[in-house]
C-alpha cells in the first residue's frame, strides 16, 4: 500500500486464534523461513496486527 503496509486477507475464522495462526504460517512460507521468528507484536485481537519477523 502508499504507507508500505502490506495488506493480506486471510480465510481462517478469527476464533480460538485460527486466523493469526493462519497468518504466521503463510508469512513463514512465503519467506521461507520457521515460524518460530515471526511474532504478532500487537493486534492480536485486531484486524490490523503489527508483525516482527527477526532476521529477514
Do not use: Q, Y
Not at 4 to 33: G, M, S, V
Request: proline share 4%; glycine share 4%.
Amino acid at each position: 500500500m502508499a504507507d508500505e503496509t502490506i495488506k493480506i486477507r486471510i480465510a481462517a475464522p478469527p476464533e480460538k486464534n485460527k486466523a493469526n495462526k493462519e497468518l504466521i504460517k503463510f508469512l513463514a512460507k512465503e519467506l521461507k523461513i520457521g515460524t518460530e521468528r515471526i511474532k504478532i507484536l500487537s493486534g492480536r485481537t485486531e484486524k490490523l496486527k503489527l508483525i516482527k519477523i527477526e532476521d529477514v
